[in-house]
């Protein structure tokens, strides 16, 4: 019986630590910019597009590729 006691005591504390190591990591402030987006639609099947992001302090060229109706890459 004994055991059992030390068990969920071992238990219960790390569970604690766990808990404040979580807030402690994520209390931080999110600051994060807005992006501005070309467009927001799916590509046309087979076919492909440079899509851009552009922030103020950040900007994203990436390639938009649809093989399949539906689904862009």
Known sequence: MRR???TRNHLFRAALIFTIFTLAI???KADAQQMFV???EVT???SFQIETW???RES???TGISPVRG???
């Open 38 to 40: 070309d467009d927001a």
């Open 60 to 62: 994203w060229f990436l």
């Open 4 to 6: 059992n006691k030390f």
């Open 44 to 46: 046309t099947y087979r």
């Open 26 to 28: 994520f209390h931080q």
């Open 71 to 73: 689904l862009e890459i």
């Open 54 to 56: 552009y922030g103020s």
